[in-house]
């Protein structure tokens, strides 16, 4: 395998990206929006404005649904502190997926199609590659943006809610080894998801727009996390997040394998 070419056409993918402003406005906004601005309200009202009756109510009650394990950890805490535990560290889990999830599918939406618009597919077939150096510089090109981004983002977020939070906590309590692993495990699975649907459907379809509205179908198993949590039924342990990155790469392999045998020259030609 040629090494040098996987590494020049990754570069050449990175470049193109770095100038697209319709592609690195959602690499911006996304993550400043859920991991900054939503946890910084959250972490800063109990201390500021107070948490109305009713929503403190729902979250005790959660709280109260949870393992006996979970419940002994909440012991002696106040109402602003379960507040804070719950919602900063449970319950904004989902949405750090989003970020990897989202980055990789913006980005993987633009990797055949987007050449298909600017009309550079055909240059890019033809050049002295094989079929797999290609696949592997689109997934490099697309997969390794979408876990920095999580990983600055997961910064970004341990910041945002040990600052806003302190009032309340009187200590640094993020991040936690649940949080860790899911930054270090199940972020980059969740990049990898979004790539592989991202790969698959671009090379399918003829336009970015298009790419993009198929590949949001990636966000449905966030929905059902975000569910689970809600109903009380899916709780934040370690065991669980290895279990949950575990069966994401699962996943992940059987979705990359598919895109490999559509990430082929004639493939792609015949959707141009």
């Given at each position: 395998?040629n090494l040098r070419a996987v590494r020049?056409?990754?570069?050449?993918?990175?470049?193109?990206?770095?100038?697209?402003?319709?592609?690195?406005?959602?690499?911006?906004?996304?993550?400043?929006?859920?991991?900054?601005?939503?946890?910084?309200?959250?972490?800063?009202?109990?201390?500021?404005?107070?948490?109305?009756?009713?929503?403190?109510?729902?979250?005790?009650?959660?709280?109260?649904?949870?393992?006996?394990?979970?419940?002994?950890?909440?012991?002696?805490?106040?109402?602003?502190?379960?507040?804070?535990?719950?919602?900063?560290?449970?319950?904004?889990?989902?949405?750090?997926?989003?970020?990897?999830?989202?980055?990789?599918?913006?980005?993987?939406?633009?990797?055949?199609?987007?050449?298909?618009?600017?009309?550079?597919?055909?240059?890019?077939?033809?050049?002295?590659?094989?079929?797999?150096?290609?696949?592997?510089?689109?997934?490099?090109?697309?997969?390794?943006?979408?876990?920095?981004?999580?990983?600055?983002?997961?910064?970004?977020?341990?910041?945002?809610?040990?600052?806003?939070?302190?009032?309340?906590?009187?200590?640094?309590?993020?991040?936690?080894?649940?949080?860790?692993?899911?930054?270090?495990?199940?972020?980059?699975?969740?990049?990898?998801?979004?790539?592989?649907?991202?790969?698959?459907?671009?090379?399918?379809?003829?336009?970015?727009?298009?790419?993009?509205?198929?590949?949001?179908?990636?966000?449905?198993?966030?929905?059902?996390?975000?569910?689970?949590?809600?109903?009380?039924?899916?709780?934040?342990?370690?065991?669980?997040?290895?279990?949950?990155?575990?069966?994401?790469?699962?996943?992940?392999?059987?979705?990359?394998?598919?895109?490999?045998?559509?990430?082929?020259?004639?493939?792609?030609?015949?959707?141009?």
């Open positions: 395998m020049t056409l990754a570069t050449r993918d990175l470049t193109a990206l770095s100038r697209s402003r319709g592609v690195l406005a959602p690499l911006a906004l996304v993550p400043m929006v859920l991991l900054v601005l939503l946890p910084g309200i959250a972490g800063m009202a109990p201390s500021t404005v107070g948490i109305p009756e009713p929503l403190m109510y729902e979250v005790v009650r959660l709280s109260l649904n949870m393992p006996e394990a979970m419940q002994a950890s909440f012991a002696g805490m106040t109402t602003e502190q379960l507040w804070v535990t719950l919602v900063l560290l449970n319950f904004m889990v989902p949405f750090y997926l989003v970020v990897p999830l989202t980055v990789a599918s913006v980005i993987a939406a633009d990797s055949f199609a987007g050449e298909r618009e600017r009309s550079t597919l055909e240059s890019l077939v033809y050049t002295p590659t094989s079929d797999q150096e290609l696949f592997l510089a689109k997934l490099a090109g697309a997969w390794l943006p979408a876990v920095g981004v999580g990983l600055v983002s997961f910064v970004m977020y341990g910041v945002t809610v040990n600052v806003t939070a302190w009032p309340v906590m009187q200590r640094v309590f993020f991040p936690t080894p649940e949080w860790v692993a899911l930054a270090l495990f199940v972020g980059p699975g969740a990049a990898a998801l979004g790539l592989s649907m991202g790969v698959i459907i671009s090379a399918r379809v003829r336009t970015v727009q298009e790419a993009s509205q198929l590949g949001s179908i990636v966000v449905i198993p966030i929905v059902m996390l975000v569910v689970g949590q809600l109903s009380g039924q899916l709780h934040l342990t370690l065991s669980r997040v290895i279990g949950m990155g575990l069966a994401l790469w699962c996943v992940d392999l059987g979705l990359l394998l598919l895109a490999r045998r559509l990430c082929r020259r004639d493939v792609l030609m015949s959707r141009r």
